[in-house]
């Protein structure tokens, strides 16, 4: 799993145990974004995480 600048921005703040919610308003403080494409985004990192294997639940 190859990271870009908002995916290490995701990575380092799981690495602080930080639950959803407060992933999500980290990501909307830092990009300017929306929060459905911010949410959408991050849904899909998590996901490819998981199923690369380098994220549990």
């Keep these: 799993m190859t990271l870009n600048d908002s995916g290490y921005f995701i990575w380092k703040c799981l690495s602080e145990d930080i639950a959803y919610p407060q992933l999500l308003s980290a990501i909307l403080n830092e990009y300017e974004v929306d ?13 490819t995480a998981r199923q690369s294997g380098v994220l549990e639940e």
């Design 35 to 47: 929060e459905a494409t911010a949410r959408a985004d991050l849904d899909e990192f998590l996901e």
